[in-house]
């Protein structure tokens, strides 16, 4: 069931920080203006199924972020979810489900190289942080305590850390994104590791030419995420239904104001490469406001 | 004797005229930037400006990385500060100088 994982993955990488046009499944190495705060919130609907389970992941993930100064900007995030999963035993239909918030993440982010020039910049910036078990990893229903991926939280303190680059002119953009996230064992539960490869293509499609003033922009973007992940291990055994790798595509719009930014993206499975019966996502949607 | 002194005070006069015209008329501080590129970096940036003492408009003009920045009468800008508010939003401050109104702002304004 690897999904719960790619849902909290998802989560981890989703503090897109920066203020400007920025991907939307992941990060910028754009910059938060020293004092300022930044805040984002995002609606992430997630839907997987096969023959047996059928799984609703819903999350409200807000993002705030502040800038230390030009260079160094610190991120927390906090997920509300809502997590629905239907399986069938034997012939019975059986609904599990769980709500609240999810585990909180804290990171920081700081650009070790920019370069600004008339009409583009040119940023590299590392990234690492923890996620914490702020998250409900006891809940229960009438069958019992819920399995791990559906709790809320995962229990463990789990660290990510990674490289993002961002390459912006007024025309477009382009962002990559190399992640690593850690697990710790938490309820007899390890995650695995998982590494991911996040790129980003944003095209302004309005105003195709700019006048004077600050006109408001519509981006179009497309993203592309790559995401392997180790095996879970339960009980210090491996889980053979869990890890894989996925490839995901995500075609989306942004519209950019002087105040806010409003985008939404569809993410879409290219390829799922998972192992044993690890429950492969259908889509996962995004709407998001900052 | 009067003729004299009348031709230093119309000399005098003359001088502070033409200098009050000048003074008057760059009341305008054009800020260049680079690296900035989308609307929202610019707001962050320009509502800084706005809040500095004297500055009574700011005008961006983001294609050309530029900051048109009106100030009241007899106020002068710190360039040091106005670099400070580019420097600590991230991008690169290149230069400030002092203009009249621009005929871009001027038709802005009509």
Known sequence: MSVYRHVIGLLLCLAASGASGAPITFNTALPVARGEFINRELVVLTRADDRQRDLNANALVSVLGYGANADLAFFGVLPYLDKELKTTVRGVRLTRSSEGFGDASLFARYTFFKQNAPGHTFRIAAFGGVKAPTGDDDDRDALGRLPVPLQSGSGSWDVFGGLVTTYQTLAYQVDAQLSYTAKSEANNFEGGGEIRLDSSFQYRLSPRTLGRGTPDFLYAVLEANILHGSKNRVFGSRDQNSGGTSIFLSPGLQYVNKRFIVESSMQLPVSQNLNGEALKNDYVARLGFR | ?110
């Open chain 2, 1 to 110: 004797m009067k003729t004299t002194v009348l031709l230093i005070a119309v000399g005098i006069s003359t001088v502070l005229i033409y200098a009050a015209v000048a003074f008057a008329g760059e009341n305008h501080y054009r800020v260049d930037v680079e690296g900035m590129n989308c609307p929202f970096c610019a707001y962050g940036i320009e509502k800084k400006l706005e809040n500095l003492d004297g500055v009574e408009k700011v005008d961006v003009e983001l294609e050309a990385g530029q900051f048109w920045l009106e100030v009241d009468d007899g106020v002068t800008l710190s360039q040091e500060t106005v670099s400070d508010i580019i420097r600590n939003a991230g991008f690169t401050f290149k230069d400030m100088t002092q203009h009249e109104e621009p005929e871009s702002l001027r038709n802005n304004s009509e």
